[in-house]
């Protein structure tokens, strides 16, 4: 009898288990085809394409049919951490809630899920992870789009494009902007405290990368761990382009972060701000924003960490980056995250954005919102001129060359 | 209890093989039902995953990153002879080679002393004290490492007032000290079970045949304890062998080890098939070593 009960014990936990997983199967598909179905009743109000017409193939054709200011759904927002200000976090910042902006203006919730890694972000829209907008930095969307990983952006739907600097209207790793739109940008390089540099003017690599220059503070300098950053910064150093397809420029930079490793006291990309403020180190390579931020925070009524501490692309250039908004082509909901882009694109609300995270806006028409404390810092605003003449760079994605960069940065490190 | 009972029973009474038969084969279904759960966890959360390392690591790199399992080869396995793997993974051998002999040193004497405590309630406060680090996040407790290790911290302080050493964080050393604390309990308790219930009195049948303290030790406590060596040691030597959060938080990163490299194969590389080979090739060489180890001291266990 006991037997009997066990055996109908298992025989239903594992009917249950199987049960569950078809259920799982059948409703998300079921949700996949009401969350569609609003989408296609909405277009016969505002398209309406004729019924003898064969219905549109492909999101691709979906997003190309939205309309600005037309939405298709609740949008699934696949962001970095602490890159959208809401809730609590603008609150801190001073600054209005965009995510309830953007649900009152448009009547749709925003989804809003992080990332850390362009890499991680990378693995879930690969695998198919319906996101309708992800915010991938310049190389990944060269990487994304070479996949077939990102729609085409309908411009039509986006009239805000017009706002973007021209110095960002035709970058080299999207051409034309044809499938991103840029959200942020920054720059590498290096922040710094005054006791051992007293300029940030006419700072150059060396004060990391020359034994000379840095025998009174060795040992207290940090580096990024991060193989197209680090590497870069030694390219830049050594006078070569930091997407440098040349083996010996490559080895060159290699050796000379091996030569520098018995300087520095970490390789560090999390982080690396709080060891500067802290005393620990006193000349570490990064990103401005990042700097910015701890400054920021260090500083309280009566210190000012930004007498302490400075920031400043060096004099041979440094890295730009930028963080771009594009639409998977696994999304659900194109229309919505035209509009979402569009809306970030508004003069006012890239102001906001910028107010929040402290980075530079690729939006011009946003400048005369942005404060003028965050406008007039030459460590988030660097002069135009670098970025034309060369001195800044994009990363740009290296193909078949990442695996050369990857075991000349584990050499110089091993 | 009532299965061990019932088999008892059923060879007791059992006359006619085909009852015993069916006796045996209910025993079999009830033991698969109950190992059924694990067994099932185990087939789908581990060794399918392992698994798909297996087959990706024969997979080759698309331009943009992505695996590509129809273009199969043993490249990824191949590149495993590279001289830079060599050196990498030298090193992080080594590093757990020196900190598994560390753990032991340290360990032995410690579980001794606890196994050989009087009351069994002292040795149980002793174990959980032991214990007590388990229960915050790993990471946590390295970073907690990192403040006593800096500049200021305490640790950092004393060595300068002292004059023995200076800033202890980003060096080798710290990163042996961070180790030897993450892994020193996995040396600790099987020491402790193993001592514990160590027969003493053929140690002091050993004195009584006038063996010195030393040499009761090295012939008779050594000898018999030496599975909870074998243990402890494997337990040790696994995880230092992947160590990734202790070599880059506390020494500063400086250095390639396995872990690192492995990570760096699975983001910024996006070469999923040489990090599924490299962590292939570890996960064999394990096996073998580990297998290698139980047999030789196995016929003392």
Known sequence: ???????????????????????ETTTTAAAGATTAAPGTTAEPGTTAPPATE?????????????????????????????????????????VD???????????????????????????????????????????????????????KLNKAAVPNMANIDPAFSNPPYDAGNEFSAPYQWGTTGIGFSYDVIDDADGISWGVIFDPAMNADY??????????????????????????????????EAADLIAATKANLAAFISAGFEDLLVQGETVVAQGWNGDFLGAYDAASTDDYDAYEEFGYAVPIEGGAAWVDTMAIPATAEHPCSALAFINFMLDAENGAT????????????????????????????YPPAEMLQDGSLEFFSDLGDFTNMYSDAYARAKS | ????????GSRETAVNPKLERRARRRDAWRGFFHAAPAFLYLTLFFTLPLIIVFVFSFASRGRTGRP????????????????????????????????????????????????????????????????IPFWSNFLVRTYAWRMLLDSDGYITQFGEMTGLWGRLLFTVPAVFLGLLYGYLPFMVLPLYAAIERLDWSLVEAGRDLYASGAAAFRRITLPLS????????????????????????????????????????????????????????????????????????????
């Open chain 1, 54 to 94: 064969p219905p549109p193939a492909g999101p691709q054709a979906l997003a190309d049919a939205c309309e600005a200011g037309q939405t298709d759904g609740d949008l699934n927002l696949y962001n970095w951490t602490e890159y959208l200000p809401y809730g609590a976090a603008a609150e801190d910042g001073e």
């Open chain 1, 218 to 251: 060795a040992g207290q300098i940090s580096l990024l761990d991060d193989e197209r950053e680090t590497m870069g910064a030694a390219l830049k150093y050594l006078g070569y382009s930091l997407n440098t397809t040349n083996e010996d420029e490559v080895n």
């Open chain 1, 1 to 23: 009898m006991k037997r009997i009960l066990i055996l109908v014990a298992a025989v239903a936990l594992v009917a249950a288990a199987c049960g569950d997983s078809t259920d």
């Open chain 1, 97 to 151: 809630d965009l995510k309830e902006a953007f649900e009152a203006e448009y009547g749709v919730n925003l989804v809003i899920t992080e990332y850390e890694s362009n890499e991680a972000m990378l693995a879930q829209i690969d695998a198919g992870v319906p996101y309708d907008l992800v915010v991938p930095s310049d190389y990944m969307v060269t990487v994304m789009k070479n996949a077939g990983l990102l729609l």
């Open chain 2, 226 to 301: 030496r599975p909870g060596i074998i243990a402890g040691s494997i337990l040790v030597f696994i995880p230092s062998l992947g160590a990734y959060v202790t070599p880059d938080i506390l020494g500063g990163a400086k250095t390639t080890l396995l872990g690192n490299y492995i990570v760096t194969q699975f983001g910024a590389a996006r070469n999923w098939p040489f990090g599924s080979s490299i962590s292939g090739a570890i996960l064999i060489v394990m096996l073998a070593v580990t297998v290698f180890y139980f047999r030789s001291g196995g016929r003392t266990l």
């Open chain 2, 68 to 131: 590509l399992l129809e273009a199969w080869n043993i490249d990824s396995w191949t590149r495993l002879f590279e001289p830079l793997v060599r050196t990498i993974a030298v090193r992080s051998f080594w590093l757990a080679v020196l900190n598994t002999a560390l753990c032991l040193l340290v360990g032995y004497p410690f579980a001794y002393w606890i196994a050989t405590r009087r009351k069994q309630a002292t040795r149980n406060i002793l174990l959980v004290a032991v214990l």
């Open chain 2, 1 to 8: 209890m009532t299965i061990l009972d019932e088999r008892e």
């Open chain 1, 353 to 380: 954005l910028t107010n929040y995270t402290y980075y530079a806006s690729p939006n011009l028409a946003s400048q005369e919102f942005i404060w003028e404390e965050i406008l007039e810092d030459p460590s988030i």
